[in-house]
Nanobody, 122 residues
Framework: EVQLVESGGGLVQAGGSLRLSCAAS????????IGWFRQAPGKEREGVSC????????HYADSVKGRFTISSDNAKNTVYLQMNSLTPEDTAVYYC???????????????WGQGTQVTVSS
């Protein structure tokens, strides 16, 4: 079965950093695109970042561009989201998602993890 397990969330002060991990199993890793959404209380779910495993192409929301970096370790079937210069506006539950089409345009249509809480204090 397809499984996506997030880790790395927690409480951090403004200006600090966190690295989220999404460990994937149950499918051919490099046939997928994998990325992150986030949802804060009272707000709609927002796409954050995505990576196409086969060619390494990446995408970022304007709100995180220049601060967040997505990467993959194909040997470990794991995608990382390095988050720097965090602000309270980044506080949300972060969800890993995967799409079997292999392109980020369809991220969110196939598989989801359970989410990990990121809280940024001021």
């Amino acid at each position: 079965e397809v499984q996506l397990v997030e880790s790395g969330g927690g409480l951090v002060q403004a200006g600090g950093s966190l690295r989220l991990s999404c460990a994937a199993s149950g499918f051919t890793f490099d046939d997928f695109a994998i990325g992150w959404f986030r949802q804060a209380p009272g707000k709609e779910r927002e796409g954050v970042s995505c990576i196409s495993i086969s060619d390494g192409s990446t995408h970022y929301a304007d709100s995180v561009k220049g601060r967040f970096t997505i990467s993959s370790d194909n040997a470990k079937n794991t995608v990382y989201l390095q988050m720097n210069s965090l602000t309270p506006e980044d506080t949300a539950v972060y969800y890993c998602a995967a799409t079997q089409g292999g392109i980020c345009e369809t991220l969110g249509n196939d598989y989801w993890g359970q989410g990990t809480q990121v809280t940024v204090s001021s």
